[in-house]
């Protein structure tokens, strides 16, 4: 395969759909198990889609920037990673990004 090939269709279009799919679900399995009315995964998605600013991705989901940091806090407890830490929202980003939005619930085992 040469480069002019694959140029444009960015990383995600190198990975194998349905290993994409089992990685996201595998790791966001604890978000869509946890029993609560707050969907953890879409405000993850706002949260990393807003570059981390808590006021862009509160008001992304409508709700106020310290319930948005109460989510976070328990979507990083659940998952045991630091969402600091730039491996782990890159990792994170791919596994949302293979999973799309309104799809993350459909997608438990």
């Known amino acids: 395969m040469r480069f002019a090939d694959l140029a444009g269709q960015g990383l995600l279009a190198l990975l194998d759909p349905a290993a994409a799919h089992a990685?996201?679900?595998?790791?966001?399995?604890?978000?869509?198990?946890?029993?609560?009315?707050a969907d953890l995964v879409e405000s993850?998605?706002?949260?990393?889609?807003?570059?981390?600013?808590?006021?862009?991705?509160a008001q992304r989901l409508g709700v106020h920037r310290h319930t948005l940091r109460y989510r976070m806090k328990r979507v990083s407890e659940l998952l045991g990673r630091d969402l600091d830490d730039p491996g782990v929202r890159a990792e994170l980003w791919i596994?949302?990004?293979s999973c799309p939005p309104g799809n993350?619930?459909?997608s438990r085992s």
């Open 23 to 37: 990685f996201s679900s595998a790791l966001l399995a604890p978000l869509n198990e946890y029993g609560s009315r």
């Open 44 to 57: 993850l998605r706002a949260y990393l889609g807003a570059n981390g600013h808590w006021d862009a991705a």
């Open 95 to 97: 596994a949302l990004s």
């Open 104 to 106: 993350s619930r459909s």
